[in-house]
């Protein structure tokens, strides 16, 4: 029996958009790493390793990443150069 590669969504209409949320869209694992610049690989080392508190949804072995939750990722992670007097 073959092995199913890839985690499809439904087809149909995009979700109507919560006013509290800016991008309600789910990435894949393959966007979410292409979006970070990072190999997919290494963000499925890190769910497993549970090195970084990178928030993700497993929906059976469907893995999708918020892309707000990308941005705070980032935005954690950002260090300002330090001022030099």
Known sequence: MAR???CRLA???PPTEHPR??????????EAAAYLGLKEQTL???ATNRRYNLRY????RC???SKADLDRFVAER???PTATA
């Open 4 to 6: 199913r590669t890839s």
């Open 11 to 13: 087809k149909g209409p």
């Open 21 to 30: 949320v800016a991008d309600p869209r789910l990435l894949t694992r393959a």
């Open 44 to 46: 499925a080392q890190w």
């Open 57 to 60: 949804i497993k929906a059976g």
């Open 63 to 65: 893995v999708r990443y």
């Open 78 to 80: 950002t260090v300002s």
